[in-house]
């Protein structure tokens, strides 16, 4: 049997974004919000130790992938890339 929830105070502002996301998938708040429960249920969050053993197999795998391909980028030249992307200098 189907439940009625009703979440209260919530801010315009986020209720506009929920409205933005939910049209995006042409859907109702209220079937944006359902599958995104439906989702969270399903997927269950993971632990700190379980996400940083995911980003340990990450990097490994990129370091892999790197020392495989005889690349002569290093590890300055992408952190030098990524401030450059990002507005920040070292000078």
């Keep these: 049997m ?28 209220e079937a944006f919000l359902l599958d995104e429960f439906k989702r969270m249920i399903e997927k269950p969050e993971k632990t700190k130790q379980e996400k940083i053993e995911h980003n340990r197999k990450i990097i490994q795998r990129a370091r892999e ?18 401030r450059r992307a990002r507005g920040v200098y070292d000078d």
Excluded: G
């Excluded at 189907?2 to 708040?29: F, G, K």
């Design 65 to 82: 992938r790197l020392k495989n391909s005889n690349s002569q980028v290093t590890s300055e030249m992408i952190v030098e890339s990524i």
């Design 2 to 29: 189907p439940v009625d929830i009703t979440i209260e105070d919530v801010p315009e502002q986020l209720r506009d974004q929920l409205a933005a996301l939910a049209a995006s998938r042409h859907q109702s708040i």
